[in-house]
């Protein structure tokens, strides 16, 4: 680190010292007996930032039944950590705001940090993290007010830098380090510390470019702002399919969100972000709905997979094992039929039965014949391959081993995943499946009504291990609650168990 260069930045005259408010409120806050009228009262005296704060309470991003119509009423209403996340977050980032004759790109800063804090808190409130979601939002808020004071230190020096990464944040911090050996997160967590944020807030700020890198205590923090960053990535990508694997990817991997999860999380980001920019007033651009980015990454990843792009993992590995019999399926780059003899053999195999859970699911497409008559082949084939991309997303990071049985029917086979576990993860893409439909078909506003999921799973455990003796038997008792999954009328799950001795 070029330290001469980071304490020149942390001196230069244009860079703003902490604001009045702010560092009034960091010292009540830091005693647990402060009382509310007296840190009301010390927000009120900057009216600008008191309204800021009533307008966002009042959104819907905070969901209050009531209006607030006080500062003093919020403190209440809310509590302490949101009105003090909020008045901390607003008040610095209105000092680093733009000058007259400033080429840095405030807009695109405005938007990354908005889209980050929101998706940060509401990852947390997935999670359950109460009490870290304000310093998520925060920290996120934040994350990037290094980039701005080494502008201020460095001027075009550093906009140059920045310019050659707008399409690409990720590469800000290596170009950073070899032209300054200095990078923005460690400037933004200087001035944090220097004006006696919270560690909380300074060490994520730090590390939100390489969460697992940071310390334990306050790593749910960083790993909350780190996938908010790449929520913001999905929103603003012109092509959203790598960035949307990624954040599934990480996701999975940093707080094992799903994928139907973090779905719901860019909706919500979205929305919210574009609420709030109103609320605050500034300017993030024009932003692509995001139903229709998801739709957008759906669409591609489906003609990637008619191009024979997309192979599934399991395809790859039984494909290197059998010899002389071709084990994918040509359309959907999964395993045909008897890839998934192979597969669950090979499961069935290395286990002994009743130790290790083995489920088997079948999912059967109906109404799709209708669709072929309507509509013709293409779109057929677009929901056959959009359901097989589907459910690589829920199964193979289960382990699963995805197959087309036929041409409308698919199987999945899940090593050490018990009963309830395979029906919760086969209810939620069961839901997607209705919701993607729309996305893959917009023309066809019924399409959700004509086409349906039947799925049946049956699972090999103790109390069943006397009953499935063979790979075979468990596969006949899949398709046996497959069938009884037919004879409902709309989409449905039912899971095989044996009838107990009388």
């Known amino acids: ?51 800021k704060v ?51 790109d405030y807009q695109h800063y405005w938007k990354r940090g908005l889209d980050t804090a929101i998706a940060a808190k509401i990852i947390a409130d997935t999670k359950k993290f109460q ?20 502008y201020r230190g460095m001027g075009e020096r550093y906009n140059t830098v920045v310019q050659q990464c707008l399409d690409d944040h990720s590469k800000l911090t290596r170009v950073e380090l070899k032209e ?25 700020i ?42 599934y990817a990480r996701g999975r991997t940093w707080l094992d969100l799903n994928e139907s999860e973090l779905d719901e ?36 990843l489906i003609e990637m997979t008619r191009e024979n792009e997309i192979e599934s993992y399991a395809a790859q590995e039984v494909g290197s094992l059998v010899e002389d019999v071709e084990a994918t399926d040509s359309m959907t780059g999964v395993l ?44 057929h084939d677009d929901i056959v391959i959009g359901t097989s991309v589907l459910l690589l997303k829920f199964f193979e990071p289960m382990g699963g081993a995805i197959c087309r049985l036929s041409e409308n029917d698919f199987g999945v086979v899940l090593p050490d995943v018990d009963r309830a576990t395979a029906a919760g993860s086969a209810s939620s893409f069961t839901n997607e499946f209705t919701e993607a439909l729309r996305r893959w078909i917009p023309d066809l506003p019924e399409v959700d009504k004509m086409v349906m999921a039947h799925i049946g799973l049956a ?4 109390g069943t291990a006397m009953l499935f003796v063979s790979p075979e038997k468990l596969v006949l008792a899949s398709t046996k609650a497959v069938k009884a999954a037919k004879g409902s009328e709309t989409s449905a799950i039912r899971s095989f168990v044996p009838k107990k001795a009388a």
Not at 132 to 145: H, N, P, R, S, V
Not at 180 to 203: D, N, R, T
Not at 273 to 288: D, F, I, N, P, R
Request: hydrophobic share 40%; proline share 4%; aromatic share 4%.
């Open 1 to 51: 680190m070029d330290t001469d260069l980071l304490t020149d930045i942390l001196n230069c005259p244009s860079l703003p010292s902490l604001p009045a408010v702010a560092a009034k409120v960091l010292e009540l806050t830091s005693d647990p007996d402060v009382k509310m009228t007296e840190l009301a009262s010390q927000i009120t005296m900057d009216q600008a930032l008191s309204a």
């Open 54 to 104: 009533l307008r966002t309470v009042n959104s819907s991003f905070y969901g209050l039944r009531k209006r607030c119509s006080s500062i003093e009423k919020a403190l209440i209403m809310l509590g302490l950590g949101p009105v003090k996340s909020l008045v901390l977050g607003f008040s610095l980032v209105s000092a680093f705001e733009g000058q007259d004759g400033d080429s840095f």
């Open 131 to 150: 009490e870290e979601t304000d310093e998520c939002f925060l920290a996120g808020l934040l994350q990037d007010i290094g980039m701005i004071a080494m």
């Open 180 to 204: 300054f050996e200095l990078q923005h997160a460690s400037v933004g967590s200087a001035i944090a510390e220097k004006w006696k944020i919270p560690s909380e807030i300074s060490v994520s």
């Open 206 to 247: 730090n590390y939100h470019e390489r969460p697992t890198a940071c310390p334990s205590e306050y790593s749910r923090v960083a790993r909350c702002v780190a996938l908010g960053n790449l929520v913001h990535a999905v929103l603003i990508a012109e092509n959203p399919t790598e960035p949307l694997r990624n954040l």
């Open 265 to 300: 999380i860019i909706l919500e980001t979205s929305n919210a972000s574009k609420e709030m920019a109103k609320v605050l007033q500034v300017s993030v651009g024009v932003q692509e709905n995001a139903e229709d980015i998801l739709a957008k990454a759906d669409r591609k």
């Open 336 to 379: 045909n039929r008897e890839g998934f003899k192979h597969a669950i053999r090979q499961v069935y195999s290395t286990v002994k039965p009743g130790e290790v859970d083995i489920t088997v699911i079948q999912i059967s497409l109906t109404g799709l014949s209708s669709v072929l008559e309507s509509i013709g082949q293409k779109v």
């Open 459 to 462: 699972t090999l455990d103790e």
